[in-house]
């Protein structure tokens, strides 16, 4: 049943799949009473409970009091608060993540603008375009994924905390693992157990993912932060120094490229045991032609621009057709895997 939001008359469709990519509150989940399993929060001071997402305009916070040091997400950090601000774009709009206040009531646009002039530390112009809550330090996964014919992806099947920047990209690895076993099913020729593949595949890489950003969360909320960390005083200097050196070890924050493209389907009724797969380490990527894993990049002829890259030379669809047309060398410039496997192991990356 559908209804436009607008008002106008409601609809009933018919379909032979549903995938309810509907969000962290999804409807299609709750009515199928799908429970989320997991972490629902984490009790930091930084990223942990109820937050504020905060979009704003500051004409001048950047030309005064940024673009000697121009960068596009500065941490505050100090006793009284902890904010993230995020440029947007250099002149003058940002986001802000701040804590909320614990009374769980929505806050003014007053409010927000003392919390973000409080951050800054400096008097400036700041206008509100708007502001939204969100809880940071979950990690949720849905108990299925699959139920009969309808399918869960995105934020529906799972809920981050942002640290690593995982939400986004763990959902479009879902809906490109789930549009092709649709189109297999919707057009004849994907076998009964297929949709059920994807939760197989897809569920444990949602605990990974959802764990690795929690796991950042967690290191975020042990920063040694003291009183003396804004003070113009020697001890002020190494309480600054000591949060340096702690937000330095956190470099997966922003680099974890590991998990972004190391997921593998490795045991997957699917996919076809050949050779021994990578370890799996959130902060490095080891490419590698087991199947079950992302195809690794490589250049199979003299060119080196657009064009030239194995992925762009994949066909449509799976890529057996695809190995007929290339003359693949004997082996990967980075490791010694053969062709055919590098092919194989494509087949989740179409
Ligand atoms: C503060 C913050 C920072 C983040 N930073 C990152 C990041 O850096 N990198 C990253 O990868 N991810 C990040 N994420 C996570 C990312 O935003 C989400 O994972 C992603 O938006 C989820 O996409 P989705 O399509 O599954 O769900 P949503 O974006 O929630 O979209 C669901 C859609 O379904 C619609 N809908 C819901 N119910 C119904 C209904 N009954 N009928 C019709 N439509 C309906 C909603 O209106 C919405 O448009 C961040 C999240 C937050 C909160």
Known sequence: MAEPTNGGARQTWRA??????????????????????????????????RQNATYFRAPTLFRDHLAQRPGWNYWVVNPKGRCTIISLNDPDEFLAFSKASDDGAPPTDEEMVRVILRSVGADIPISIIGHWPWTAGVALVAERFVTNRVALAGDAAHLFTPTGGFGMNTGMDDASNLAWKLAALVQGWGGAGLLQSYEIERKPIAHRNTTAARELNKQLANMPLTDAIDQDSPAGETARREVGAHLATMSEEYASI????????????????????????????????APGGRAPHYWPGAGRGSGDSLFDRFGKGFTHGTQKRLALPRKLDHEPARPRRCVRACWRAR
């Open 258 to 289: 590991g998990v972004q493209l190391g997921a593998r389907y490795d045991g997957s009724p699917i996919v076809t045991e050949d050779g021994t797969p990578p370890p799996d380490e959130l902060e490095r990527y080891t490419p590698s032609g």
């Open 16 to 49: 032979e799949y549903l995938a309810g990519c509907d969000g962290g509150r999804s409807f299609v989940r709750r009515s199928l009473a799908l429970r989320y399993n997991g972490f629902a929060s984490l009790d930091s001071p930084h990223y942990g409970g």
